[in-house]
């Protein structure tokens, strides 16, 4: 009898053991990373002591002397400075003009820039395939990590109301506190065939909601995290499309869930696609973006412009010419300027007009 009450509390204490240790197991692994810091004036470059840069001497929609071929992000900080990561670097545009800074990653190759955000201090955070870095006005403080912090690893990136860094990879989700890694687990996806780059693990892109929830975008639909446990909103809840590309919150407390099949409105119960009429042969949705108006605005279709005021669809034209940007992201600044950055470089929408920022501007 006394053997099996022996027996008996040591299986307790290993059940006990056990579930403490897998409700604590979104944060029991940290993976150190190597933290360089480099003086900004090392890796700087001034444009205008740089070659003019085209991608093709034959393509007449748009000038030559881009900021880049390719700008992933463009982002203002809290000094009215102007960020832009591209697929060759990181570039900011100030009152002295445009410099462009040469990271690199671990192997000391070229990168692409997807994120850059700004803390409470005035930090400047840079997520890119291949590391970290935050900028203080004077140095980088570099991160490299091989495993996850790979080239094309990290691919979005968002700071929580608490200062947790979270990190969207294609292995998944990980916070950082500056010195390590620590993976937050997300279930797999599928691998999405009509991206140049896709995994089971991939998030597209992270939120913190006005409620302080975590939202994921990923190859297996949304999943939200407040703090407990995770919801997921997938194909079985009326996504046509487990793969969803990107989540906004709107001013009016909604969230909109772009997808390949449409943007669909979230209010918290049931899911309504908005743009379904929109989309021609699976063109899909790309970026979509609130302005301070309560607009939405959003492409479709690669290359499509429109703008939704919650009633009515209008498709932006350019006054000018046929052309329209293909853009990675649209972005307002703070003299309320809405700019579409992408394939092709930069470009603003002024009086009817996509005009295309160069690195001689305008500005």
Not at 20 to 46: M, W
Not at 61 to 76: C, K, P
Not at 122 to 145: C, L, N, P, R, S
């Amino acid at each position: 009898m006394r053997l099996f009450k022996r027996i008996n509390t040591r299986f307790f204490t290993l059940v006990l053991l056990f579930l403490f240790n897998s409700c604590e197991g979104q944060n029991t692994q940290h993976l150190p990373v190597k933290a360089t810091k480099i003086h900004q004036d090392s890796i700087s470059l001034r444009a205008e002591t740089l070659p003019e840069f085209r991608n093709s001497v034959y393509d007449t929609d748009y000038q030559g002397n881009q900021i880049s071929g390719v700008i992933r992000t463009v982002f203002q900080d809290s000094k009215g400075n102007l960020w832009f990561g591209t697929q060759n670097g990181l570039a900011r545009y100030d009152t002295s003009g445009l410099v462009y800074f040469e990271l690199t990653d671990s192997n000391g190759q070229g990168v692409t820039v997807h994120a850059i955000i700004e803390d409470k201090t005035g930090t400047i955070w840079i997520g890119y395939g291949g590391g970290i870095a935050k900028y203080d006005g004077q140095y980088f403080t570099v991160f490299h990590e091989k495993e996850i912090l790979k080239k094309n690893g990290l691919w979005s990136m968002t700071m929580d109301k608490k200062e947790v860094l979270w990190i969207g990879t294609t292995d998944g989700v990980y916070t950082f506190d500056g010195k390590a890694l620590t993976p937050f687990e997300i279930p797999e996806g599928k691998i999405n065939p009509s991206m140049g780059i896709s995994t089971p693990k991939m998030i597209h892109s992270i939120i913190e909601d006005s409620k302080g929830k975590m939202w994921f975008a990923t190859n297996g639909g949304v999943y939200i995290y407040d703090g407990n446990s995770l919801k997921n909103i997938s194909e079985k809840d009326g996504l046509q499309s487990n793969f969803v590309s990107q989540i906004i919150e709107s001013n009016d407390g909604n969230y909109w869930i772009s997808t390949s099949f449409g943007i669909y409105k979230y209010n918290g119960n049931t899911l309504t696609n908005i743009t379904e009429k929109l989309i021609e042969n699976e063109g899909g949705i790309g970026c979509v973006f609130e302005d301070k108006e309560g607009t939405l605005w959003f492409s479709v279709n690669k290359r499509d412009i429109y703008s939704y005021n919650g009633k009515t669809f209008t498709k932006i034209k350019n006054k000018d010419s046929d052309f329209s940007p293909f853009p990675f992201q649209i972005y307002q600044d703070t003299q309320e300027r809405l700019w579409f950055v992408g394939f092709k470089g930069a470009y603003r929408y002024e009086n009817e007009t996509f005009v295309n920022v160069t690195r001689i501007g305008p500005w």
